[in-house]
């Protein structure tokens, strides 16, 4: 069962590791990245980033769609993160008990696309033109979308903010 669903460019950090895993009391965390699935090092550092005792795995975002629908991970405690929200829509539109879509950091460290610039969409949600669609289409989805970076910071509804 996935209990944190999670938007944030840096995947595995301290936020990941210390708050977010405690709060949530998960057994694995997945990561859904294509990037990070084909390379050893970014493997070996994010794995390095999480939590002792959590089982980590990182796997591309059709792998990930693949092992999450899996009747196995239905008794387990999951936290999945990608780093985009073109890899959310994906896993939200292809996986089925996602409970919400959280939203940490997005857009500060993420490669620019020519001729595609950001704009800031509230404290640290930068997107271009294409990447507001793709939050768009998450909030469409009926999921409940908020920006929270911390468990302890107030949870804000982002379906308002790409209007």
Partial sequence: MISLFRID???IHGQ????WSRHTGVSHIVVANDAASESPLIQKTLRMAAPAGIKTAIKSVDDAIALLNDDRCKNLKILVLV???SDAVKVVNSVSDIP?????NYGRIAP????MPRKR???NIYCDDI????????VATGLKCIY??????????ISGIFK
């Fill in 112 to 115: 620019a696309k020519p001729n």
């Fill in 121 to 123: 969409y509230g404290n």
């Fill in 83 to 85: 780093n985009s929200p």
């Fill in 100 to 104: 919400y879509i959280n939203v940490g």
């Fill in 16 to 19: 990941i590791a210390i708050k």
């Fill in 148 to 157: 929270q970076t911390t468990p302890e910071e107030p949870a804000e509804d």
């Fill in 9 to 11: 460019e840096r995947l």
């Fill in 131 to 138: 990447e507001v669609e793709e939050f768009k289409q998450l």
